[in-house]
């Protein structure tokens, strides 16, 4: 955390001066990439803007949400996982996911999204398997998640099962 504060309060500092080995985040590889400027990272800092994180959730057509609440569920989420491209001493928030927890048996992720500009690239791949691996690493071995029709087959891909053994997810909405 110290070194992305670093690298991104100094704007005499340049990300790709920087060895990333002093990233508190994970580096990724980029399916295809074509641009040597550009880098890109995978951290759990929870210091994110909301209205970048807001810009980013537009750019897929998901429906807004009051962003005092989006704050708290970012507060009380177990884990918080964000995807930065960053160019020279820039960073753009271009993924996100996070998961709630009862910090011993269960967690189920939430809000998984990739920038359009960044799809298909692994990146969404890569971001689910560090969110696996984040959580394994607190014991946690129950990871479910609730998947938009069309993407059912991204997170099958991925281990994920559809019902098991016939369970079935079930919800309840105020009238
Ligand atoms: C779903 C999403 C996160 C995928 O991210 P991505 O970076 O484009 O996915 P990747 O490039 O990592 O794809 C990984 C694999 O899944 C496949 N895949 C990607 N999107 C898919 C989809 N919608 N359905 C089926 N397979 C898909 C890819 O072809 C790739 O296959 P491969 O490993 O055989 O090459 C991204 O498309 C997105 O943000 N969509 C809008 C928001 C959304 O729907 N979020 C999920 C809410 S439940």
């Known amino acids: 955390m110290v070194f992305w504060k670093r690298l991104f309060s100094n704007p005499s500092d340049s990300a790709t001066s920087a060895p990333t080995s002093q990233f508190n985040g ?54 918080v996982v964000s995807m930065w491209e960053v160019k020279g001493n820039r960073r753009r928030l271009v993924g996100f996911a996070r998961a709630t927890s009862d910090h011993a048996f269960n967690a189920t992720v939430w809000d998984v999204v990739v920038h359009p500009s960044c799809q298909n690239k692994g990146l969404g791949k890569a971001l689910i398997k560090y969110m696996i691996r984040q959580l394994r690493n607190e014991d946690i071995s129950n990871i479910t998640l609730f998947a938009d029709p069309q993407v059912v ?21 105020p009238d």
């Open 26 to 79: 994970e580096l990724l590889d980029v399916k295809g990439e074509t641009d040597s400027q550009r880098r890109i990272f995978l951290s759990t800092e929870r210091d994110i803007d909301l209205y970048e994180l807001e810009e980013l959730c537009d750019a897929v057509g998901w429906a807004r949400r009051p962003l005092r609440k989006v704050k708290r569920a970012l507060t009380y989420s177990f884990l």
């Open 153 to 173: 087959d991204f997170y099958r891909r991925l281990g994920f099962v559809l019902d098991p053994e016939g369970i079935k997810g079930m919800f309840w909405y």
